[in-house]
């Protein structure tokens, strides 16, 4: 049973230029979620995604960030424009239901994206 | 602002010893507190969780003590061991949300 995948695991961009990271859930499971970690930092939560909705997009910057979870294929996390400050690393979440109090969420290695 | 606060920011622990991880809150909406293990380069695993309504609970070598009062939790690693060596992260889930807010971290160092 495939643990959350994402690719790429690393990543190199020169500002100005776009970043996609994808996130293929957990077998069976169908809500995602972001996170960022910035250095010496905890993750700090991005948005939420069930297929083909965003349900929570609260932690999100309002430019240039946007995320989709379409009916086929995996989650994108989509930077336009891309800072040395964008510079972190990604992290996605899967579980099976709405994690709640009663589940937990399931976190991929991550994609260290670096913006020269 | 810290919603999850964590301390110490490094821990150093000879093998066989006990590693103290605390983690305060402020937030009463918060209704489950997992535990999370990072290695380098890896994302975070689950390593145990305790909702609020239980003041201890054990797994293995692994223990999360919950005051509801003070608004505090730690975890207790018991006979730590140098494969043990990681980044913990606590983390608080926000009710009413999907949200899970995680402390800085600790990076744990177990000498052998």
């Known amino acids: 049973n495939a643990g959350v995948m994402q690719n790429p695991r690393h990543l190199v961009r020169r500002r100005g230029q776009e970043a996609r990271l994808r996130c293929s859930p957990m077998k069976g499971h169908s809500h995602v979620y972001w996170y960022r970690q910035l250095p010496e930092e905890g993750l700090k939560f991005m948005v939420y995604l069930q297929k083909e909705n965003i349900i929570d997009e609260s932690g999100m910057p309002k430019e240039r960030f946007s995320a989709e979870f379409p009916k086929e294929g995996p989650s994108i996390l989509r930077i336009q424009q891309v800072v040395r400050g964008d510079s972190a690393a990604y992290f996605c979440?899967?579980?099976?239901?709405?994690?709640?109090?009663?589940?937990?969420?399931?976190f991929g290695p991550g994609t260290r994206l670096t913006v020269l | 602002q810290q919603q999850v606060k964590q301390s110490p920011q490094s821990l150093i622990v000879q093998k066989g010893g006990i590693s103290i991880i605390n983690c305060a809150y402020e937030n009463t909406a918060f209704d489950y507190f997992p535990w999370y293990q990072q290695f380098p380069g890896k994302g975070p695993a689950l390593l145990i969780a305790?909702?609020?309504?239980?003041s201890e609970k054990k797994e293995g070598r692994f223990t999360i003590s919950f005051n509801k009062s003070a608004k505090q939790f730690s975890l207790h690693i018991m006979d730590s061991q140098p494969g043990d060596s990681a980044t913990y992260f606590c983390?608080?889930?926000?009710?009413?949300?999907?949200?899970?807010?995680f402390g800085k971290g600790t990076k744990l160092t177990v000498n052998p």
């Open positions: 305790i909702r609020p309504d239980v």
């Open positions: 983390a608080a889930h926000q009710g009413g949300s999907e949200k899970l807010v």
């Open positions: 979440a899967s579980s099976p239901v709405a994690s709640g109090n009663t589940d937990t969420q399931y």
